[in-house]
């Protein structure tokens, strides 16, 4: 079992920068492979970026892919994410989510574990 909590998250105008943090606590993080989805008001929930346990390997949907970042700190059982160029169409709740023993997908129904999610407001 492990738990997650978002944090980092507000308002901001476009063309501003935020950062993500969600600490896990719980299971070795280490067992596990991260993911960062979120979720537009009337929309379904989508992926945003994965990052592999060891944080070698990441991924990107093409909607954030060269303004966002994702990255982690094992040793504080905490992964990012480093929104930069932010646009109106970025707001959205977003969720951290653990996927035990994975490599990092884009699929929701890989992960085991999800946050409460925290909000991201973008204005233009």
């Known amino acids: 079992q492990v738990q997650l909590v978002e944090t980092g998250g507000g308002e901001v105008q476009a063309g501003g920068s935020l950062r993500l943090s969600c600490t896990a606590s719980g299971r070795t993080f280490i067992s596990y492979a991260m993911g960062w989805f979120r979720q537009a008001p009337g929309k379904e929930r989508e992926f945003v970026a994965a990052i592999s346990w060891s944080g070698s390997s990441t991924y990107y949907s093409d909607s954030v892919k060269g303004r966002f970042t994702i990255s982690r700190d094992n040793a504080k059982s905490t992964a990012y994410l480093q929104m930069n160029s932010l646009e109106p169409e970025d707001t959205a709740v977003y969720y951290c989510?653990?996927?035990?023993w994975g490599s990092g997908t884009n699929r929701e129904s890989t992960y085991d574990y999800w946050g409460q999610g925290t909000q991201v407001t973008v204005s233009s």
């Open positions: 989510a653990a996927d035990l």
